[in-house]
């Protein structure tokens, strides 16, 4: 047994999905956590951490945390459980696999997670080995980054931009399709650095919002244009002779071609798709022709769209015709993965897949998968995550979790909306309960975190539930009956990556936090992971994907049905749907709202604060109106995943998005769906 400390301060790491990767100090009392606060030592986290997070003791002893497994008694959806053992819980759920296996084969079966728990050993350890060891259908991640990031790589080779820490010398700063001040504050605390010495920060978004209010200038565009705009700004870098020759020459591949499709978007058109005035476009270009080092923050959220990937290729591009990536603060970033990218491989054991061949589901897709695919999903298995909230289509996703002969096992530490559909669900512990690994998708530190309390009640870990359920079945004891230290150790052999070389599982325990790092610079741009080693203006791999090859622009795909374009983005105090159901957090956010432009609401009849409908095919969500100048006419916006709320008449946002695929990596396209607002009758417009 682990001894605990009852009272002082630990450290610790967040778990949580941002890329901030925190370091935590945690204050106990008595055994209870009374306190989170950010490590002043961590050189990223520096002492601030987000309001989310400070209201961690409320999450960990939350009086709604799930305690013991239960079983379904009552119709699906009616929140009718007995509570049960583990044991008994192993059993039904050991039983219920093999009777699917051996009825219809494993591929039946469907895992379904993503990363409510960033932790390494908890999010891609031991659940992947179980399911692939079962040979279950494998799940496509793509709900998050995968369009974005693949238009990235198809640029830069991968996941890599610049080191965060070293923007606090950029000049310029272009925020791009990302909220930081909400979903990145680090990246806003090493700009204010940079801005004390000089630098300029330029936020371009669809939505006015914190971050836009932060930031010295905002450039407010329409949804889905910004392959335009990096065209148009190209354009004029090349007009104008700010194009770094030599650079190009040596780190570059396909100049030429993108030289020719640059040439198709002179301000005047980039003006017309993007929604921005000509005279902007040309100042925009201009500073970023004559400012270095200069750094492009490429968000999350500009890939959410049915043409995402492209986009994202398309603005990597930029500084690679300035030279920028050779300057101390110069270049760009979307996603920093290829740094701490510890041995997946070898922890996820895909090779014991008995049918390499088994399908793949796209978990974008969950609503047709439980619905329509043949042959039909039996089981599902859930796990760090809330699909009845966070994936697109919500109808469908809901009418497949009703299914009779569908067997829904959800693990989680609350009673989301998707346990409400499950027959059995089980308690998961909170990561401080837990011993795991976490790496960033930003910075570059690797960090442990210790347990430093029990479980609450009999709540489980996913390495623990899905280690003890493998053993249960008769999995191989070589393969499962592994200790998190012996899984954290495998993780980090370097071989594969060695900025990895010095971070060992003893260094770790010792210094809790460690860079990536061989001590020089990355991305070197003379040999990247690209096929030619180089920046690829031009890709022969995206020719070969029956994609353009050269960075172009490619309007939104939905028809032009309904006559408003909305974004559904994530808000300031929850963390996707975690965080929704803690009262502090609620009241800050005080309800859903959305933003529509002054010039509709009048054309409509509608008025600030009035609650409205919103509908599209999919679904209807109703939302309290804000009316104003923060969005262009015929965009709306909307944030937050918040958790059903009958009482409000409320169904969360996802009724309204398409299970459609983006352009690359079968990304999500959250951001790409159109619909309509009309009038509540007035008896609902409460
Ligand atoms: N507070 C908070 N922080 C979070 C999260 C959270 O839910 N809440 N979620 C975490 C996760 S999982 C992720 S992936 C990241 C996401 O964080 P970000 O990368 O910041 O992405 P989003 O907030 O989804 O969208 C960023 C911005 O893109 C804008 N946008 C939408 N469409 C377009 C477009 O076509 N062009 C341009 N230029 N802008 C557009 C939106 O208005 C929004 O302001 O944040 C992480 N951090
Ligand atoms: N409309 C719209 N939809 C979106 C987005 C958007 O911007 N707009 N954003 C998308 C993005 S970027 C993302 S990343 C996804 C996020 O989708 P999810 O990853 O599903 O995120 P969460 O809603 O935070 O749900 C995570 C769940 O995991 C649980 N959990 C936490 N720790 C553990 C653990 O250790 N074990 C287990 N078993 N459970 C745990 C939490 O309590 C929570 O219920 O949502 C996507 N959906
Ligand atoms: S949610 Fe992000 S900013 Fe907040 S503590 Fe966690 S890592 Fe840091
Ligand atoms: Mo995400």
């Given amino acids: 047994m682990t001894a605990f400390t009852d009272n002082g301060v630990v450290r610790s790491v967040c778990p949580f999905d941002c890329p901030d990767t925190c370091g935590l100090h945690v204050t106990l009392q008595d055994g209870r956590v009374i306190g989170v606060t950010g490590d002043p030592d961590h050189p990223v986290t520096r002492g601030a951490i987000c309001n989310k997070v400070r209201q961690l003791p409320d999450r960990v002893h939350h009086p709604d945390r799930l305690l013991y497994p239960m079983r379904r008694t009552g119709p699906k959806g009616s929140q009718q459980f007995e509570r049960i053992s583990w044991d008994e819980a192993y059993e039904e759920i050991a039983r219920r696999m093999a009777s699917v296996r051996d009825e219809y084969g494993a591929e039946a079966i469907l895992p379904y997670s993503f990363y409510g728990n960033m932790g390494v050993l908890n999010a891609e350890g031991m659940d992947r080995r179980f399911f692939h060891r079962l040979g279950a259908s494998k799940l496509d991640r793509t709900i998050c980054n995968a369009a974005g990031s693949k238009g990235y790589s198809y640029t830069m080779g991968g996941s890599i931009g610049i080191d965060p820490e070293e923007t606090v010398h950029t000049k310029l700063f272009l925020i791009w399709g990302a909220n930081l001040v909400s979903t990145n504050m680090h990246q806003t605390m090493l700009a204010t650095e940079a801005r004390k010495k000089g630098a300029r920060i330029i936020h371009i978004d669809v939505h006015r919002n914190r971050t836009s209010s932060w930031a010295d200038e905002f450039i407010l565009l329409r949804p889905g244009s910004d392959g335009a705009l990096a065209l148009g700004m190209m354009h004029i870098l090349i007009r104008d002779g700010y194009v770094n020759d030599e650079f190009v020459k040596q780190n570059t591949v396909g100049y030429e071609e993108l030289k020719l499709e640059a040439a198709k978007y002179p301000p005047a058109v980039a003006?017309?798709?993007?929604?921005?005035?000509?005279?902007?476009?040309?100042?925009?270009?201009?500073?970023?022709?004559?400012?270095?080092?200069?750094?492009?923050?490429?968000?999350?959220?500009?890939?959410?769209?049915?043409?995402?990937?492209?986009?994202?290729?398309?603005?990597?591009?930029?500084?690679?015709?300035?030279?920028?990536?050779?300057?101390?603060?110069?270049?760009?970033?979307?996603?920093?993965?290829?740094?701490?990218?510890?041995?997946?491989?070898?922890?996820?054991?895909?090779?014991?897949?008995?049918?390499?061949?088994?399908?793949?589901?796209?978990?974008?897709?969950?609503?047709?998968?439980?619905?329509?695919?043949?042959?039909?999903?039996?089981?599902?298995?859930?796990?760090?995550?809330?699909?009845?909230?966070?994936?697109?289509?919500?109808?469908?996703?809901?009418?497949?979790?009703?299914?009779?002969?569908?067997?829904?096992?959800?693990?989680?530490?609350?009673?989301?909306?998707?346990?409400?559909?499950?027959?059995?669900?089980?308690?998961?512990?909170?990561?401080?309960?837990?011993?795991?690994?976490y790496s960033s998708y930003w910075h570059h530190y690797v960090q442990?975190?210790?347990?430093?309390?029990p479980p609450a009640g009999e709540s489980k870990s996913n390495f623990t539930l899905f280690k003890e359920l493998a053993l249960r079945i008769g999995f191989e004891p070589e393969l499962f009956d592994l200790s998190e230290e012996d899984m954290i150790r495998i993780a980090l052999d370097s071989r594969h990556n060695p900025l990895l070389k010095d971070i060992t599982f003893e260094a770790l325990m010792e210094h809790d936090w460690m860079k990536a790092s061989d001590g020089t610079r990355y991305p070197k741009t003379d040999s990247l992971p690209t096929p030619s080693g180089k920046i690829e203006l031009y890709s022969e791999s995206m020719r070969g994907a029956g994609l353009p090859p050269v960075a172009t622009y490619t309007p939104l795909a939905e028809p032009e049905k309904y006559p408003f374009l909305l974004t559904t983005g994530p808000n300031h105090s929850y963390i996707n749907s975690t965080f929704a159901n803690q009262a502090k957090l609620q009241k800050l956010e005080k309800k859903p709202v959305l933003h529509m432009h002054a010039d509709d609401a009048e054309r409509l009849e509608l008025v600030d604060g009035e609650r409205v409908l919103v509908r599209n095919d999919r679904g209807e969500v109703r939302l309290t109106l804000k009316v104003g100048g923060d969005v262009l006419p015929g965009v709306l916006v909307t944030q937050g995943l918040w958790w059903d709320d009958e009482a409000e008449g409320f169904s969360a946002v996802n009724a309204l998005t398409p299970q459609r695929l983006a352009d690359m990596g079968g990304g999500a396209t959250f951001f790409s769906n159109r619909v309509e607002v009309v009038k509540l009758p007035a008896a609902d417009a409460n």
């Fill in 271 to 437: 003006a017309e798709l993007t929604g921005i005035p000509v005279e902007k476009i040309e100042e925009l270009a201009t500073a970023y022709g004559t400012t270095t080092p200069s750094f492009i923050r490429i968000g999350n959220g500009l890939q959410h769209h049915d043409n995402g990937g492209m986009i994202v290729r398309t603005i990597a591009c930029l500084p690679a015709l300035t030279g920028q990536w050779a300057e101390i603060g110069g270049g760009a970033m979307k996603g920093n993965s290829w740094y701490s990218r510890i041995n997946n491989a070898a922890i996820e054991r895909e090779d014991l897949l008995p049918d390499p061949d088994v399908r793949t589901v796209n978990m974008n897709q969950l609503g047709d998968a439980l619905t329509s695919l043949e042959p039909a999903v039996r089981m599902l298995f859930v796990y760090n995550s809330n699909p009845a909230i966070v994936a697109p289509d919500q109808s469908k996703v809901r009418e497949g979790l009703m299914r009779e002969d569908l067997f829904t096992v959800v693990h989680d530490l609350f009673l989301t909306d998707t346990c409400k559909y499950a027959d059995i669900v089980l308690p998961a512990t909170a990561h401080l309960e837990n011993l795991d690994l």
């Fill in 448 to 453: 442990i975190s210790k347990p430093i309390k």
